[in-house]
């Protein structure tokens, strides 16, 4: 991983290739890759579809040496969306081939001067990039199939559905999962539409030729691998609960813990959660052939993942997330399985962030533009998305502009972006990562979830205001850290409560590189990461008043706690004093 | 007294999903528990009316308890 592509996608003559070392870019990847590549070389005040932004796209720092866990990819930019800073991070298989094809980062800049669309391929040989206008209004699914026909099965993909070319500020970056379903997405922030504005279809990878990166004491390297893979089989969340029950397992509990928001944050409890609880998904997947088992990425022991066949035994979506099930389910009023499943492969397929466009759909509702709870018109109105109708393509920008279309009040987002599944009344710690990330509403930026609800790492009082800055700040930082390893997020279940997996972690990047970090370093990569996010969002003109949550959340209690969102705003602003 | 107890997840394993019981005055989380032979380490989460509870949390007339084993998502 000792270069950077970088592309000029609006050079004369067509787009212009350049691999050059890493520089100053030298020790870092995934989150900590982008976001220092994005503070550094864009204009804060860019347009964020025109030529001044660029889209970076990394590998973590364990990605493609064999390390378990490690195949997530950062995709940077400034975000249509929030325009602040933005890294979405997917899983899938992208991450660990472009790491073993020796890439530290692909920079896509300017912007093509034409409207054809490219498509770049990589493999051990070089780069080759081409215009393509065939591939135009491609579904993710279809194009990959049509990849795979051209470049062969061995192939991993970097992709935009429609929803990316169309520059949509929903738009997700797809990446292609061990069997080639392109069901991973860079979701949040509506980096596809970056890829569309760049005038780029698809990035082809393919490693055939490449071994795993050697690490530099290979012995150490393989016994911190032991110990790790050990420690996640161990830890009950994630040895047993994800593998058999996938992120949906959620659902019930978050509705017990009365924070699962319904009817637009209105109430914190759903009478249909258990016809679309993890339990429900679980049983149903294996009823029909498929199953709740299934790994993202090789190298993944966890298989949090899953398949879902209709009920013909055919395959229809991968297993829903917990986030789109919300988004599409309950906070729409849907309690139909099959539906969510549906909209969960439109919105793979169309290339589209699950949580933006379930939340503007329920705003949507909230508008009585379609009936609360109508499945079948909410599945309307994501394939309008992906036909780029006026209606759709005001969905397809979001819930904060489905709001402001339709003259809706309360409106769900921070940052111009949609909250996730959490009340921040109710768990008043994820109140506080989404008033204060960088990212905007952003659960993974800061997963308060694992200690107010789950008693991950000690347990906080979710309806109290005491505790949760605290708890936000190290959560942030740990994940900043932990972002920029390409490792999933989900060995922090295991790595905060077992020691010596956490020291394993230590093992595995300090056998692999030959340095000496200890815990302190991985706060201080954290830090550093979002003191250079927050320098960027300030230099692009966010101010405190930013970092707060909309009006209805201080104003409207929610049942059946009876509580409004009581963190000050003094304390908000002193999460970032370190 | 009443008390409504939902299971979720591994522990709905050859025991329910949710059932009406009535106990004696004074019964904790942990009496339950040990009734439905749950070991303490598997009830990971427990709320009782939707708060946080412990083992050695009372109930009392018309009380919901839920319990989970350990459980993550994201």
């Not at chain 1, 760049?198 to 990166?213: E, M, Q, S």
């Amino acid at each position: 991983m000792d270069k950077i592509l970088r592309v000029d996608m609006g050079a004369e003559g067509g787009p212009k290739m350049q691999v050059e070392s890493l520089g100053e870019y030298a020790g870092l990847g995934g989150r900590a890759m982008t976001s220092s590549v994005v503070a550094k070389e864009v204009p804060p005040f860019c347009h964020p579809l025109g030529g001044e932004n660029k889209l970076v796209i990394a590998p973590g720092l364990l990605s493609g040496t064999g390390a378990a866990m490690s195949g997530r990819l950062s995709v940077g930019c400034k975000s249509p969306l929030t325009g602040g800073i933005k890294e979405a991070n997917s899983g899938g298989q992208p991450a660990q081939v472009l790491a073993r094809l020796g890439y530290g980062a692909i920079i896509l800049e300017g912007k093509p001067q034409g409207d054809d669309l490219y498509k770049v391929i990589i493999n051990k040989d070089g780069v080759k990039i081409e215009a393509d206008n065939s591939l135009k209004m491609m579904t993710n699914y279809d194009l990959v199939v049509r990849m795979k026909a051209e470049y062969g099965d061995k192939i991993a993909c970097i992709s935009i559905g429609p929803a990316g070319e169309m520059k949509m500020q929903s738009a997700s970056v797809a990446c292609t999962d061990p069997e080639q379903r392109p069901s991973r997405h860079a979701g949040r922030g509506g980096v596809g539409a970056v890829m569309g504005a760049k005038g780029v279809k698809v990035i082809v990878l393919d490693d055939t030729g490449c071994k795993a990166r050697p690490p530099k004491d290979l012995q150490k390297f393989r016994e911190a691998n032991k110990i790790f893979v050990e420690g996640l089989s161990r830890h009950p969340v994630t040895g047993q609960a994800l593998p058999a029950y996938g992120t949906n397992v959620l659902t019930n509990i978050l509705n017990e813990a009365g924070a699962y928001p319904t009817g637009n944050f209105k109430t914190g409890q759903f009478v249909g959660a258990g016809k679309i609880s993890g339990e429900t998904f679980a049983e149903l997947e294996t009823k029909r052939g498929a199953g709740p088992t299934h790994a993202c990425h090789r190298g993944c022991v966890i298989r949090c993942s899953g398949i879902y066949n209709d009920k013909d035994g055919k395959f229809l979506s991968k297993q829903p997330e917990y986030e789109t099930v919300w988004a599409h389910g309950g906070h729409c009023g849907i309690d139909d399985p099959d539906a969510i499943a549906m909209l969960d492969f439109l919105d793979d397929t169309y290339g589209l962030d699950t949580i933006e466009t379930g939340v503007a759909i329920g705003v949507a509702m909230q508008a009585g533009v379609v009936k609360y709870g109508d499945a079948q018109a909410a599945i309307n109105l994501v394939k309008e998305i992906g036909k780029g109708t006026p209606l759709g393509r005001i969905l397809g920008s979001g819930a904060a502009v489905t709001g402001k279309v339709f003259g809706v009040e309360k409106v769900p987002v921070v940052k111009g972006q949609a909250m996730p599944a959490y009340d921040p009344r109710a768990v008043q710690g994820i109140g506080v990562t989404y008033a204060t990330s960088p990212m905007g509403a952003d659960h993974t930026a800061g997963y308060s979830i694992a200690t107010n609800i789950l008693k991950s790492g000690g347990f906080v009082d979710p309806l109290k205001p005491e505790g949760q800055v605290a708890l936000s700040r190290n959560l942030q930082v740990a994940t900043a850290a932990i972002d920029s390893t390409g490792m999933c997020l989900f060995i922090a279940f295991a790595i905060l409560d077992q020691p010596d997996t956490f020291q394993s972690l230590l093992d595995l990047l300090n056998s692999f590189y030959g340095l000496e970090l200890t815990a302190d370093s991985v706060t201080e990569l954290g830090k550093k990461v979002l003191k250079i996010e927050r320098d960027f969002n300030k230099r692009a003109g966010f101010t405190k008043e930013d970092d707060r949550l909309p009006r209805f959340f201080y104003t409207d209690p929610v049942l059946p706690h009876d509580i409004k969102f009581l963190v000050k705003d003094e304390e908000l602003d002193s999460l970032f004093d370190w | 007294m009443k008390v409504t107890v939902k299971l979720f997840a591994s522990l709905r394993k050859d025991r329910f999903a949710v059932d009406d019981f009535d106990y004696q005055e004074g019964t904790t989380v942990g009496h339950i528990l040990a009734s439905l032979n749950i070991p303490e380490e598997e009830a990971a989460i427990i709320f009782i009316n939707a708060r946080h509870g412990e083992p050695d949390s009372p109930l009392k007339e018309g009380d919901l308890l839920a319990i989970f084993p350990p459980v993550g998502g994201g």
